[in-house]
């Protein structure tokens, strides 16, 4: 169990809806990031967001946004949702953004778009 | 733009053999390097990192990686496979670029240990 929790553990939904994912943090963890892992894509980074602030963007859609709330926990908005956002979700957190730090991984959350 | 590249896509040993898994990355700096291991439904879990110093680093599980700088690799290694050792392997490199610290991850490399 690496401390970082994810909700829900699973999402179906159909097109065209909207759907947020939720993140908690390791307890004292500032930075929190987003990846999407897809068979075809493999692991991508999304997001990152560090005390509140976002930090860094990867690869993520304009349909897609995050943020990250004052208790620290962070939570990724999908809308718009397309058959190809089907895809496994996670949440990582580190202590905050040195270069020599170590991202632990949550669960994820398996969305399913149909 | 960094890329992270492992050579195999699916390794299938038997049990006691040995596994080297391959890793190059593209990025000519100062990078941290990662391994991260997915059990079957199961989210990512560092298996080991280098940061500096000690080119051959050990890691959990009787997993080890050697950094050789002159060849861009990080390839992991284990003198003897479990079954319980079937699972994802991902590499990753991180560099700070810009002020912000990214992690860029390998396609991963399936490796199936048949008992």
């Known amino acids: 169990d690496s401390g970082v929790t994810q909700t829900p553990k699973h999402l179906i939904t159909a097109t065209g809806q909207r759907v947020t994912l939720r993140c908690s943090p390791r307890?004292?963890?500032?930075?929190v990031y987003w990846y999407q892992q897809s068979l075809d894509q493999g692991l991508q980074f999304l997001i990152q967001?560090?005390?509140?602030?976002?930090?860094a963007k990867g690869n993520i859609l304009e349909r897609f946004s995050a943020q990250q709330f004052p208790d620290l926990h962070s939570e990724l908005n999908l809308s718009s949702l397309e058959l190809g956002d089907s895809a496994l979700y996670f949440c990582?957190?580190?202590?905050?953004?040195?270069?020599?730090?170590?991202?632990?991984f949550g669960p994820g959350t398996r969305l399913t778009v149909l | 733009a960094q890329s992270v590249s492992q050579h195999n896509h699916h390794v299938i040993l038997s049990e006691a053999a040995s596994l080297e898994l391959g890793c190059n990355y593209s990025?000519?700096?100062?990078?941290?390097l990662f391994w991260y291991v997915q059990y079957p439904g199961q989210h990512l879990q560092l298996l080991l990192k280098?940061?500096?110093?000690?080119?051959l680093v050990k890691g959990i599980k009787g997993f080890e990686a050697e950094f050789i700088k002159s060849k861009f690799s990080f390839n992991l290694r284990k003198p003897s496979v479990q079954w319980s050792d079937t699972a994802e392997y991902f590499c990753?490199?991180?560099?700070?670029?810009?002020?912000?610290?990214?992690?860029?991850f390998g396609k991963g490399t399936k490796l199936s240990v048949i008992p």
């Open positions: 967001y560090y005390n509140g602030e976002e930090r």
């Open positions: 990025y000519g700096g100062t990078v941290n």
């Open positions: 990753a490199v991180g560099l700070e670029e810009a002020g912000s610290y990214q992690l860029t």
């Open positions: 990582a957190s580190s202590v905050e953004t040195p270069y020599t730090d170590t991202q632990y």
């Open positions: 307890s004292g963890d500032l930075s």
């Open positions: 280098y940061f500096s110093g000690d080119p």
